[in-house]
T-cell receptor, first 114, second 110 residues
């Protein structure tokens, strides 16, 4: 199993509060991703990182920010949580190969905003 | 827009049956991934393929580049195969982003 850990795994928070989810990898993979998974949707990309301090927006980035100060850590922050951000959040890592990328997922973080 | 469509959305089978899950994508890709998600949430990569066929145990994945279609087959299905199976297309962007299907929920009854 790839060494990816997400924390916290479960969190309930109130509307308007800030929340930070952490993804930690021990694989030294270059690329890190944050996805959210909601009923009726496939996994959707929030933000991704292609190196330390190098990040970019994904499909559903509004209301989220990220930071990557070290290769092994990728943080996702909800500056002011809303009920629409109740979701399951998955971190993933990969290294690109000429024929595509092999991707590994964390165990998920269940976030409920009340 | 790059899209990935899976069918069926839900599938119930009896133990021992041969199962096929289909995935189609809209434009050329560099690779196609099949993933498995068990109840409880963890997602595991089963296959990554760009052409032909791959086999691992009772699982077989095929891809037809001309028809923009991939299939995941499970032979001699077992209740422990019950999970959500997700296909994801790598459209070859420099960031390695994937476009995911909505998943096929498989339930295998004993």
């Amino acid at each position: 199993d790839a060494g990816i850990t997400q924390s916290p795994r479960h969190k309930v928070t109130e509307t308007g509060t800030p929340v930070t989810l952490r993804c930690h990898q021990t694989e030294n993979h270059r690329y890190m991703y944050w996805y959210r998974q909601d009923p009726g949707h496939g996994l959707r990309l929030i933000h991704y990182s292609y190196g330390v301090k190098d990040t970019d927006k994904g499909e559903v980035s509004d209301g989220y920010s990220v930071s990557r100060s070290k290769t092994e850590d990728f943080l996702l922050t909800l500056e002011s949580a809303t009920s629409s951000q109740t979701s399951v959040y998955f971190c993933a890592i990969s290294n690109l190969w000429d024929s595509g990328n092999t991707i590994y997922f964390g165990e998920g973080s269940w976030l409920t905003v009340v | 827009k790059n899209e990935v469509e899976q069918s069926p959305q839900n599938l119930t089978a009896q133990e021992g049956e041969f199962i096929t899950i289909n995935c189609s994508y809209s434009v050329g890709i560099s690779a196609l991934h099949w993933l498995q998600q068990h109840p409880g949430g963890g997602i595991v990569s089963l296959f990554m393929l760009s052409s032909g066929k791959k086999k691992h145990g009772r699982l077989i994945a095929t891809i037809n580049i001309q028809e923009k279609h991939s299939s995941l087959h499970i032979t001699a299905s077992h209740p422990r195969d019950s999970a959500v199976y997700i296909c994801a297309a790598d459209y070859g962007g420099s960031q390695g982003n994937l476009i995911f299907g909505k998943g096929t929920k498989l339930s295998v009854k004993p």
